[in-house]
């Protein structure tokens, strides 16, 4: 059952837990002729379908084209963390959007996870969620890393409570030895299964009005008024483009493709636990996640698997044992699983951007963009769908923010860029050793 080597190419989801377990089947058609519409998207992860659902909602006829199948991507292969907040210390961009700005971008970090929230509700999506986030400190410094961190959400006003947790008392928590203590979000953190978040979306998408196309993959782009979309079988006119492919987009467009890096993310699954030992190690059934450059993630499923990631890297490529290396890292948290057997292991690409923040942007006046989640999406494409629909509807105030940001282009070119990224990274995991 391991989905290794396997997935890049092919047109049907990698053979991932989160596939294996999947309450939706993909049953959109492939898009055949001419159909015209108010708004066209590309990309059926989090960010196209639920920029799709918000649209519909607000009157607009809308077609998603996916190359494969709804979720195939990162949004089908992440490790199902939800987390609060948007991109990486915004108070950088303060010289480029001003203080309303950067307060602006605080209150849309809480709004995405209220959002999901309320979507999840809405829809009465059977995804597995759950609420509770532990940060783990490895290293002294990272507890006092924490204090701060803490210190900043109160001045920032999240309304989401963090606890700052001793060994003792994280082991309430994660049933490891590992860490000397953590950071604990009871409401405004947790997890999920995210492909099945994806297809309930999308099937709410369907319900009101959208029109969804799986293996349907663009080749071409027509600028103009209207733009037109051209897949292998087919093509949309329409008003307004919107590009959500992120890391799996290629080269489609090649100034999109400059300032994103796909970074590769490994997670294996292994067989359902025992009830004790599930709570033996996990009592508490929280998502956990630690704070180094190439971190640890993992958290239960709903069947008590455990559901171990990380392994980052910007090489872009998969590992060649990589279940063997992730069992290594996970038995080093969990000593008792050992001998437990894995069952799945995939690996998926991240679109990474050099300032760590979503990149949202205009191509054109009818054609806009959104990538770069940088590791942390499944919440803040949430948030953003809202604001793409918000600037096609005639409000860009809140899209304008993000635009304002400004992204460089990775250097080096399709060459160098990805070694001397490579480089970078070796030196940050260098300095998480010391």
């Not at 009465?124 to 290293?139: H, N, P, Q, R, T």
């Not at 001793?166 to 409401?187: E, F």
């Not at 067989?271 to 059934?285: C, F, T, V, Y």
């Not at 054609?367 to 600037?391: D, F, N």
Request: aromatic share 8%; charged share 25%; net charge neutral.
């Amino acid at each position: 059952m391991f989905g290794l080597k396997h997935g890049a190419d092919t047109r049907e989801h990698t053979e991932s837990y989160y596939a294996a377990s999947a309450t939706k089947k993909a049953d959109s058609p492939t898009l055949e002729g001419e159909v015209e519409a108010d708004v066209v998207i590309v990309g059926g992860g989090f960010s196209g379908v639920n920029t799709a659902l918000e649209l519909v909602e607000k009157g607009f006829d809308v077609v998603l084209l996916e190359a494969n199948r709804i979720g195939w991507g990162a949004t089908g292969r992440n490790g199902g963390q939800v987390s609060c907040g948007i991109g990486h210390k915004v108070e950088k961009f303060e010289g480029k959007i001003g203080k309303e700005g950067v307060r602006a971008l605080y209150d849309m970090g809480f709004e995405s996870v209220e959002i999901l929230r309320e979507r999840i509700a809405k829809y009465s999506i059977d995804c597995d969620l759950k609420w509770g986030y532990c940060d783990v400190a490895i290293k002294p410094r990272h507890m006092k890393w924490f204090e701060e961190w803490k210190s900043w959400e109160k001045s920032i006003g999240n309304p989401h409570e963090h606890r700052i947790l001793d060994a003792r008392q994280l082991k309430q928590y994660v049933g490891s030895d590992k860490y000397l203590g953590g950071m604990y979000n009871p409401t405004g953190s947790g997890h999920l299964h995210p492909l099945n978040l994806c297809t309930g979306e999308a099937s709410a998408a369907v319900a009101n009005g959208v029109r969804i196309f799986e293996q349907s993959r663009v080749e071409e782009i027509k600028h103009g008024q209207p733009v037109s979309v051209l897949t292998e079988t087919g093509s949309v006119k329409a008003k307004y483009l919107v590009l959500c492919g992120n890391a799996y987009m290629k080269n489609l467009v090649p100034q999109l493709a400059s300032k994103i890096l796909p970074s590769n993310s490994s997670v294996i699954a292994t067989e359902p636990l025992s009830a004790d030992l599930a709570k033996q190690i996990m009592p508490s059934d929280v998502a956990v996640c630690d704070p180094r450059t190439a971190l640890d993630y993992f958290r239960l499923s709903a069947d008590n698997r455990m559901l171990f990631g990380g392994l980052s890297n910007y090489t872009g490529l998969e590992p060649s044992n990589l279940v063997g290396t992730m069992r290594k890292k996970m038995v080093s948290v969990f000593p008792e699983l050992e001998s437990v057997a894995i069952e799945y292991g995939w690996s998926g690409q991240m679109g990474i951007g050099i300032n760590r923040m979503p990149q949202l942007g205009r191509l054109a006046d009818n054609i806009l963009y959104i990538q770069a989640y940088s590791g942390h999406g499944v919440a803040p494409t949430h948030l953003i769908g809202r604001v793409i629909a918000e600037a096609i509807e005639g409000n860009p105030e809140r899209f304008d923010v993000f635009a304002r940001i400004g992204h460089w282009s990775f250097p080096g070119g399709k060459i160098f860029r990805r070694p001397g990224l490579a480089i970078g990274m070796m030196y940050y995991k260098l300095l998480d050793e010391l």
